[in-house]
């Protein structure tokens, strides 16, 4: 069993903050597990994979590192200038995410605490930094340059210095999903004119989707200032009554935009909510599925909603053998189906005053936890990615001045697949009327998913299809990049490549989602069209 020292984490009512005091620890992860260190990195906040495979960092201090073939890269991305961005507290880079067409535009958001009025050092109250998200370029050289730049959300007041939340994701839907804390100000989780203490959702251009739950009359924009008047609602709210919802969790094995919140409770309870357009998850009047401050059940009134799970402080997790201890909800992931004997179906998340990752798992309405590592450190955030031609879990720690760990299957079981043909069938033609398998044409670098599995033959259970496929009319050269939908386009397969105008055919095998759908993102020179027609012709199980 190794060893090796952790750093103290003290929770405080104003959330989680970092005491240097080493405490040893024995960490530990379940039998046929490895955990193992991916990189040193000071104070790592976040994680998310560039689509060719590059793990990005964040450290809360502003600097954004890469991890490319094996090996972090010497010189950092990015680092945020002192006189920009403000890490005292829980303030600084909290969050970041890669955009859903980011072979075609190279695009990353940040969250960050800005120093808006430049003070040194960043105040408490008075002249108040702001959280903000912006978006840069990151290009193959790994060196982004500060004035690509653009602020998509800002004037998100931190007075307090903590409660920023500050993660970042993209869902199924394309759509960009930010949490903010209330910034230590409670009341302002209520105030539906702020955008403190809510989950929101823009589009990558920091456009209002369609379908957000606020919008038309008594709402308003509020992406550059913040807030707008009271008794409106912003249009970027997705959900709100949050205290700090510090990280979220994607559900890549459902078919839709689906995702848990892990909500830092104040005195007594953590939670952990399922993100619903519209929903008030109940903070300052509820903690948990409990009043505030109180074991006395809530009882809430939708839209007023409880948790799908919580567990109280200075006490054990129910159903696992945790300290009691585990004060501080943190990162949070599904683990991929078919990946782990057993886990399908699991989310994992951690507590940063415990140091340790537990199993939530369903039975019916009911969610129930259970051990999975101990002895972690200050657990801050937890994603599954690409590993050795599968997934493993990364998770980062404030243990030993900070790392980015990985946590492997020893022995990933076999999974040989079958093929059984198919009669040539039609799955899609975007020439068609307008629905899921027909038109519009594609447009370049926007990204479309079309169902496979259930049509033509294909059963639920296929993993993937042998396709002959063909591009149409294009308006302008490029290329497409067909891939199993949920995933981010891998930008080293290109699948078909084209010259305007030409008819291009070819044959090949594309893997499937779980969810038996695929992806298609297009490059087409001058924001040009093409269309897409796939026939199947055989599938793997």
Same mark, same amino acid.
């Given at each position: 069993?190794?060893?090796?020292?952790?750093?103290?984490?003290?929770?405080?009512?104003?959330?989680?903050?970092?005491?240097?005091?080493?405490?040893?620890?024995?960490?530990?992860?379940?039998?046929?597990?490895?955990?193992?260190?991916?990189?040193?990195?000071?104070?790592?906040?976040?994680?998310?994979?560039?689509?060719?495979?590059?793990?990005?960092?964040?450290?809360?201090?502003?600097?954004?590192?890469?991890?490319?073939?094996?090996?972090?890269?010497?010189?950092?991305?990015?680092?945020?200038?002192?006189?920009?961005?403000?890490?005292?507290?829980?303030?600084?880079?909290?969050?970041?995410?890669?955009?859903?067409?980011?072979?075609?535009?190279?695009?990353?958001?940040?969250?960050?605490?800005?120093?808006?009025?430049?003070?040194?050092?960043?105040?408490?109250?008075?002249?108040?930094?702001?959280?903000?998200?912006?978006?840069?370029?990151?290009?193959?050289?790994?060196?982004?340059?500060?004035?690509?730049?653009?602020?998509?959300?800002?004037?998100?007041?931190?007075?307090?210095?903590?409660?920023?939340?500050?993660?970042?994701?993209?869902?199924?839907?394309?759509?960009?999903?930010?949490?903010?804390?209330?910034?230590?100000?409670?009341?302002?989780?209520?105030?539906?004119?702020?955008?403190?203490?809510?989950?929101?959702?823009?589009?990558?251009?920091?456009?209002?989707?369609?379908?957000?739950?606020?919008?038309?009359?008594?709402?308003?924009?509020?992406?550059?200032?913040?807030?707008?008047?009271?008794?409106?609602?912003?249009?970027?709210?997705?959900?709100?009554?949050?205290?700090?919802?510090?990280?979220?969790?994607?559900?890549?094995?459902?078919?839709?935009?689906?995702?848990?919140?892990?909500?830092?409770?104040?005195?007594?309870?953590?939670?952990?909510?399922?993100?619903?357009?519209?929903?008030?998850?109940?903070?300052?009047?509820?903690?948990?599925?409990?009043?505030?401050?109180?074991?006395?059940?809530?009882?809430?009134?939708?839209?007023? &909603?409880?948790? @799908? %799970?919580?567990?109280?402080?200075? #006490? *054990?997790?129910?159903?696992? =053998?945790?300290? /009691? !201890?585990?004060?501080?909800?943190?990162?949070?992931?599904?683990?991929?189906?078919?990946?782990?004997?057993?886990?399908?179906?699991?989310?994992?998340?951690?507590?940063?005053?415990?140091?340790?990752?537990?199993?939530?798992?369903?039975?019916?309405?009911?969610?129930?936890?259970?051990?999975?590592?101990?002895?972690?450190?200050?657990? &801050?955030?937890? @994603? %599954?990615?690409?590993?050795?031609? #599968? *997934?493993?879990?990364?998770? =980062?720690?404030? /243990? !030993?001045?900070?790392?980015?760990?990985?946590?492997?299957?020893?022995?990933?079981?076999?999974?040989?697949?079958?093929?059984?043909?198919?009669?040539?069938?039609?799955?899609?033609?975007?020439?068609?009327?307008?629905?899921?398998?027909?038109?519009?044409?594609?447009?370049?670098?926007?990204?479309?998913?079309?169902?496979?599995?259930?049509?033509?033959?294909?059963?639920?259970?296929?993993?993937?299809?042998?396709?002959?496929?063909?591009?149409?009319?294009?308006?302008?050269?490029?290329?497409?990049?067909?891939?199993?939908?949920?995933?981010?386009?891998?930008?080293?397969?290109?699948?078909?490549?084209?010259?305007?105008?030409?008819?291009?055919?070819?044959?090949?095998?594309?893997?499937?989602?779980?969810?038996?759908?695929?992806?298609?993102?297009?490059?087409?020179?001058?924001?040009?069209?093409?269309?897409?027609?796939?026939?199947?012709?055989?599938?793997?199980?």
């Amino acid at each position: 069993m190794r060893r090796r020292a952790m750093a103290a984490a003290v929770l405080g009512w104003g959330g989680w903050l970092l005491a240097l005091g080493a405490v040893p620890a024995a960490a530990t992860v379940p039998a046929g597990f490895t955990d193992s260190l991916v990189a040193a990195v000071g104070a790592p906040t976040a994680l998310a994979f560039t689509p060719d495979g590059r793990l990005l960092m964040t450290s809360q201090g502003g600097t954004l590192r890469v991890y490319q073939n094996g090996a972090l890269l010497p010189t950092p991305a990015l680092t945020l200038p002192a006189s920009q961005v403000c890490s005292n507290s829980e303030r600084g880079l909290l969050g970041v995410a890669v955009d859903p067409a980011f072979p075609c535009n190279n695009f990353i958001y940040l969250f960050y605490t800005f120093n808006k009025f430049n003070s040194n050092p960043c105040p408490f109250g008075g002249a108040t930094p702001v959280n903000r998200v912006s978006r840069f370029t990151l290009p193959a050289s790994n060196v982004v340059n500060p004035a690509s730049e653009l602020v998509l959300i800002d004037n998100m007041p931190s007075p307090g210095g903590n409660h920023n939340a500050g993660d970042l994701h993209f869902g199924k839907d394309g759509n960009l999903y930010v949490s903010i804390g209330e910034g230590g100000i409670a009341s302002a989780a209520r105030d539906e004119h702020v955008l403190t203490g809510k989950v929101l959702r823009i589009t990558p251009n920091a456009a209002i989707p369609a379908d957000n739950p606020f919008q038309g009359a008594g709402t308003a924009r509020c992406n550059v200032t913040g807030s707008t008047t009271p008794g409106n609602r912003c249009q970027e709210t997705y959900a709100w009554g949050f205290r700090n919802p510090f990280r979220l969790g994607f559900d890549q094995n459902a078919a839709a935009t689906r995702f848990f919140i892990n909500d830092v409770g104040a005195g007594l309870w953590e939670e952990i909510d399922l993100g619903t357009a519209g929903a008030d998850f109940g903070w300052n009047i509820c903690e948990g599925s409990h009043l505030n401050n109180s074991s006395t059940a809530c009882s809430p009134v939708p839209p007023l &909603v409880n948790p @799908l %799970f919580d567990y109280q402080h200075n #006490t *054990q997790i129910p159903g696992t =053998t945790s300290p /009691a !201890s585990c004060n501080c909800v943190s990162g949070g992931d599904f683990v991929p189906n078919g990946l782990w004997p057993g886990y399908d179906g699991a989310y994992l998340f951690g507590d940063c005053t415990c140091g340790g990752i537990f199993r939530l798992t369903q039975s019916g309405s009911v969610f129930s936890a259970s051990d999975f590592g101990s002895g972690l450190g200050t657990v &801050v955030h937890l @994603l %599954f990615g690409p590993h050795a031609g #599968t *997934q493993a879990l990364y998770y =980062t720690t404030y /243990a !030993s001045g900070g790392q980015v760990r990985r946590v492997t299957l020893d022995n990933p079981p076999a999974d040989p697949l079958d093929f059984f043909s198919l009669s040539p069938c039609r799955v899609l033609d975007t020439r068609n009327a307008l629905g899921p398998s027909g038109g519009p044409a594609l447009q370049t670098c926007t990204t479309r998913t079309f169902p496979v599995a259930g049509t033509c033959g294909v059963p639920a259970t296929a993993k993937a299809v042998a396709v002959n496929l063909a591009i149409v009319s294009p308006t302008g050269g490029g290329q497409i990049i067909i891939f199993p939908a949920g995933t981010l386009a891998p930008t080293t397969a290109t699948t078909l490549q084209f010259n305007a105008g030409q008819i291009r055919a070819n044959n090949g095998v594309l893997g499937l989602a779980t969810n038996g759908q695929i992806a298609v993102l297009p490059t087409i020179a001058g924001g040009g069209t093409a269309h897409l027609i796939l026939d199947v012709v055989g599938y793997f199980e």
